[in-house]
C-alpha cells in the first residue's frame, strides 16, 4: 500500500529546497546575463565546446523546478525528502560556489567545486536509481530524468574544468604533443562514460548518454584546430552515438513490456565521483 503523507510532512526542508533552487538557478542565470560574457571571455582550451553546449543547464533547471514542486506531493516527497533528502540542498549550494567561481576565472578552485558537485550528484543519482524505481510518469520525468541529465553534464564539467586548471591556453598556445594526448584521453574517457551509462543496465540511462554525446559534438563543432583533436572529438562523438542508440533501443524495448525507467546495478556505479 502506498503512503499518504500531508504536503506539509517535511516542510522545513522543502522551503530550504525552495530556496536553493533559486539560488542555483539564479548563479547560472548569472553567468549568461551577467556583465561579462563568459562562455566567450573565459579560458579557452582544446576541450572547450561550443556555447551552445551549454544550453543543457536551461532543461536540468525546468526539469528541477517541476522536482522542486513535486516535492509536495505524496510521490516526490518520498523520493526527495525521504530519499534525497539535504544531499539537493547541499549540490545546490556546492553548484552555486563553482559556477561563481569559474565565472570568475578561478579555475583550480572551481575545479575542486567540480569535484564537489560531481561527488554529491553521483550520491543522489545512485540513491534514485538503486533503491527508487520511478512507479509514475511524474517519477521519471522530475526524478529520474533530470538527475541522470545533470549525472552525465556533471561528468563534462569535471573534464572542462581540469582543462581550465592545468591545461593550455589555446589563444596563446599551440597544441603540443602532450596537450593532444590527454584531449585524446578526455574524448576517450567521455566516451566510454556514455558506454558505462548504455550498459549500467538492460536499458541503459538514456539522459545520461545524450549529455555525454551532446558535450562531444559541441566540442568537435568549436575545436578547429589542430586537426588531431577536431578528428578525435568527432570520432568519440560518432561512437558515443552508438550508445545513445544502444540506451534508445534498451528504453523502448522496456516500454514495450510496460517497464518504467532503470535501476542502477551496484558493481556498474558511475564513473565520476563514486
Avoid: C
Avoid at 49 to 73: D, E, N, V
Avoid at 107 to 126: G, M, N, R
Wanted: charged share 10%; aromatic share 16%.
Amino acid at each position: 500500500m502506498p503512503s499518504h503523507s500531508s504536503w506539509s510532512d517535511g516542510l522545513f526542508l522543502k522551503i530550504i529546497n525552495v530556496v536553493v533552487y533559486f539560488l542555483f538557478l539564479g548563479s547560472n542565470v548569472y553567468t549568461v546575463a551577467g556583465p561579462t560574457d563568459i562562455y566567450y571571455t573565459g579560458k579557452d582550451t582544446y576541450v572547450t565546446p561550443a556555447p551552445w553546449a551549454f544550453l543543457i543547464w536551461s532543461l536540468i533547471h525546468l526539469l528541477l523546478l517541476g522536482t522542486i514542486i513535486y516535492q509536495f506531493f505524496d510521490g516526490g516527497k518520498q523520493v526527495v525528502i525521504d530519499g534525497i533528502s539535504w544531499r539537493l540542498p547541499l549540490l545546490a549550494v556546492l553548484n552555486a560556489i563553482y559556477v561563481n567561481v569559474w565565472a570568475r576565472h578561478y579555475y583550480v578552485v572551481a575545479f575542486v567545486f567540480a569535484l564537489l558537485v560531481s561527488s554529491t550528484v553521483t550520491h543522489i543519482y545512485y540513491v534514485v536509481k538503486k533503491y527508487h524505481e520511478p512507479q509514475s510518469i511524474a517519477d521519471e520525468i522530475f526524478v529520474h530524468l533530470p538527475f541522470s541529465l545533470y549525472h552525465g553534464w556533471t561528468t563534462v564539467l569535471v573534464i572542462l574544468t581540469a582543462f581550465e586548471a592545468f591545461g593550455t591556453n589555446a589563444a596563446i598556445h599551440p597544441a603540443g604533443i602532450w596537450t593532444k594526448v590527454f584531449a585524446f584521453l578526455a574524448f576517450f574517457f567521455l566516451e566510454a562514460t556514455a558506454a558505462t551509462y548504455a550498459f549500467s543496465s538492460a536499458e541503459g540511462d538514456l539522459p545520461a548518454s545524450i549529455a555525454i554525446a551532446w558535450s562531444l559534438w559541441a566540442i568537435f563543432a568549436r575545436q578547429r584546430h589542430p586537426a588531431f583533436i577536431h578528428w578525435s572529438a568527432l570520432a568519440f562523438a560518432i561512437l558515443s552515438l552508438v550508445w545513445v542508440v544502444k540506451a534508445a533501443i534498451g528504453v523502448g524495448l522496456k516500454l514495450r513490456r510496460g517497464g518504467r525507467g532503470i535501476s542502477l546495478d551496484e558493481e556498474r556505479a558511475p564513473l565520476i565521483g563514486s
